[in-house]
């Protein structure tokens, strides 16, 4: 029998695991759904195929844009190898729309276009709700130098760039999404990387139609089956087949 795998940490909707190499880490996505940090929780059969699957094709496809992320590759449906990194204790959040808290702290009515791509920060800590930081803050406490966040707001931006772009291709409207950006040492020479995840637990993504929810607020605000969104969005993309091709060959005469 395989010895036991070395859990690293355990979240909300991931479990870590040391990986087979050095530097290496087996992010493990999970069924559970939570919301207002940990007050809700549901498990919703298959979320975690989904975001697997979501996260390897947004990963993929930034790093063919040449976005540098965390990921190595997919090893089953519901794991995926990434390089071990040092996250930076923020969550870095863009937003294209209002929604959701800034909607509520500003009083705008959710939906209203915003001038400009918004790039914000919250400190990552679950115990005290994720409190929004401003710059001042994440230099003064160390966090981050002033070269990271700029280098964390021009890596946002072009995320938001592809991941837009790659959207609204399918009909979603990319409202807003969060990321973790985590550093990665080569011999002395430190870069930073798109890490954690992306995938709909992360975004706000509404159909350019309908204004329907595809995303966690689904679950949020008990809108419908967080499954049936999700697979929506990966239907859209072609990530997961629709109609599996049956396996029997035809013969032709």
């Known amino acids: ?26 992010q493990y996505f999970k069924d559970d759904a939570t919301a207002g940090n940990g007050q809700k929780k549901a498990t919703i059969e298959g979320k975690g195929v989904l975001n697997n699957r979501l996260c390897e094709f947004f990963m993929m496809g930034l790093q063919n844009v040449g976005i540098p992320t965390h990921f190595l590759r997919r090893l089953n ?11 930076i204790p923020l969550e870095v959040i863009v937003r294209n729309f209002a929604a959701g808290s800034i909607a ?19 400190y990552k800590n679950d ?16 966090w981050a130098n002033q070269q990271d966040l700029d ?20 009909g979603i409207k990319l409202v807003d999404f969060k990321i973790e950006i985590g550093r990665v040492w080569d011999g002395d020479f430190m870069r930073l990387v798109v890490a954690d995840e992306i995938s709909p637990d992360s975004c706000r993504l509404w ?46 005469n």
């Open 77 to 87: 449906m519901r794991e995926q190898l990434v390089r071990q990194v040092e996250i």
């Open 151 to 170: 280098d964390i707001v021009s890596l946002a931006l072009r995320v938001n760039d592809f991941l837009a772009g790659v959207f609204y291709g399918v």
């Open 207 to 252: 159909d350019i139609k309908t204004g329907e929810h595809l995303d966690k607020d689904v679950f949020r605000r008990d809108l419908g089956s967080l499954t049936d969104a999700y697979s929506e969005v990966a239907r859209r993309l072609g990530v997961l087949p629709t109609n599996p091709e049956p396996t029997k060959p035809t013969l032709i």
């Open 127 to 142: 115990a005290l709700g994720d409190p929004l930081v401003p710059e001042e803050y994440i230099i003064a406490f160390g």
């Open 1 to 26: 029998m395989a010895p036991r795998r070395k859990k690293i940490y355990e979240g909300k909707a991931k479990i870590l695991y040391e990986g087979p190499e050095p530097g290496t880490i087996v």
């Open 104 to 122: 509520k702290r500003l009083g705008m009515e959710e939906g209203t276009a915003l001038p400009r791509p918004i790039v914000e920060y919250s």
